[in-house]
């Protein structure tokens, strides 16, 4: 089976050979840490060998869950932030045709996603359209109790329990959450929600291969077998220090830069339905590294699109940058350029070739573009957009991120700033708890 590959050398104008290798050390420790959980932050390493520990058995009964929602609904709405929703958003549509949405009904249910914001048109939309669909719910929470999936949870309840009844909208709930603890378990206790568990120590952000990604995916259609294969094999691919490890050459190289003064990634793609992945990677990145005032701060582009706004900054702008190009090998479908006798648009020298001839073209014009003007450029090239390949790239990044946290010397597996604003937000809104700190910012908002 083919493998993602990464390729480095366009660094080397920036950063050395040697000054990678200098950090190979640093890497194999954090290798050792994650490997033997003696790291900071080891209570959240049960990502490390989830690949290789999914059973067939669970796999069955997620499968059999995402069926019976299919017989039952024609829109299956993931309630869910951050990683609870990222994840699987990212592989449905990598995976998915770009215009499904707007074709007719497939033996599949559309996936659609709620409790990722607090938009009130928003989710007032999402009912106008729910509002004649057969649809269910997967609800996605560890505590229940997190602001935006709970508010998004509580009005599609109470929306699907009006059309069908409590007894029969609690068969068309999943709730994916912890094993014992918080109101989300005590509720799908009570009304009898079929359940999935957010294992203790797996993280939002490294949930994807869990019944958190792998559920709504199934239900969009696609093969979570193949995907943990992937991931299965990147895994056994990336579990020791050794010169052909993927995960610890791109954690160096990109510690490297930043040691060098390249303070922002930006990754970059060539093919729309990556966008979501790109999003993914933004969070997996930022909250693992954002901390300690140090860290690599994560953006992402999509190509060629983006070269037509933010082209010129990348390429003549603040010399901070670095960038990551996921290079997709083959395209799953095929379009000719034909020819055109008028040939106004001056386009017939490339008549009869592949579009995506001409796509790899300008992303190999743009690497080298940007090389030249002093953006170092890192390579990961994915063999097709297959399940296959998207897990292994997932399990890839989550790896890297590890190591890369590690070499950084922070704790790539807590989150303690995105507390702040929960706790202003919870002030401003008087949540009962919360009346000292109500007042005090009151204060200062005068």
């Known amino acids: ?260 003064g390249k303070k922002i990634e930006i990754l970059v793609n060539y093919n729309p339905k990556l966008h979501y992945f790109g999003e993914w990677w933004k969070q997996l990145y930022g909250e693992s590294e954002g901390k300690d005032h140090k860290g690599i701060f994560p953006a992402a582009v999509d190509n060629s699109t983006d070269l037509h706004s933010m082209g010129q900054w990348i390429q003549d702008g603040e010399r901070t940058i670095f960038e990551t190009v996921i290079s997709v090998e083959s395209p799953e479908r095929e379009t000719i350029i034909p020819t055109d006798k008028a040939n106004l648009d001056g386009l017939n020298y490339i008549a009869g070739k592949h579009v995506d001839q001409v796509n790899k073209m300008a992303e190999l014009g743009t690497r080298i573009a940007h090389v030249d003007g002093g953006v170092p450029n890192i390579q990961i090239t994915l063999p097709a957009l297959k399940e296959v390949y998207l897990g292994q790239m997932i399990y890839f990044f989550e790896k890297a991120c590890g190591i890369s946290g590690y070499i950084l010397d922070v704790n790539p597996f807590n989150q303690p700033g995105v507390e702040a604003y929960k706790r202003n937000m919870f002030a401003l809104l008087a949540k009962p708890g919360y009346e000292k700190e109500t007042e005090e910012i009151k204060k200062r908002i005068k």
């Open 1 to 260: 089976m083919k493998k993602i590959q990464v390729n480095v050398a366009d660094v080397y104008g920036t950063v050395s050979a040697d000054a990678i290798k200098k950090l190979a050390g640093r890497a194999d420790d954090a290798i050792n840490k994650l490997n033997n959980g003696t790291g900071a932050g080891n209570d959240f390493l049960g990502w490390v060998n989830l690949p290789s520990s999914i059973t067939p058995a669970l796999l069955g009964d997620i499968n059999a869950t995402a069926n019976a929602l299919k017989e039952t609904c024609e829109v299956v709405v993931a309630v869910g932030i951050g990683g609870s929703y990222l994840g699987a958003k990212a592989v449905i549509e990598a995976l998915s045709d770009s215009f499904a949405s707007l074709k007719p009904k497939t033996e599949w249910p559309r996936v659609v996603f709620a409790g990722q914001n607090i938009g009130e048109d928003y989710l007032a939309e999402l009912k106008d359209y729910l509002s004649d669909k057969k649809f269910g719910i997967i609800v996605i929470s560890k505590s229940g109790t997190t602001t935006e999936p709970a508010i998004a949870f509580r009005i599609l309840k109470e929306m699907l329990e009006a059309k069908l009844g409590k007894a029969e909208a609690a068969k068309r709930i999943v709730a994916i959450t912890d094993a014992k603890k918080g109101a989300l378990r005590q509720l799908a206790t009570e009304e009898g929600y079929k359940t999935f568990v957010i294992e203790d120590n797996v993280g939002g952000r490294f949930s994807v291969l869990t019944p958190v990604g792998l559920l709504p995916i199934a239900v969009a259609g696609y093969d979570i077998e193949q995907l943990i294969n992937g991931a299965r094999e990147m895994e056994e691919a990336t579990s020791k220090a050794e010169d052909d490890n993927i995960a610890m050459k791109y954690a160096m190289t990109r510690n490297a830069l930043y040691g060098a």
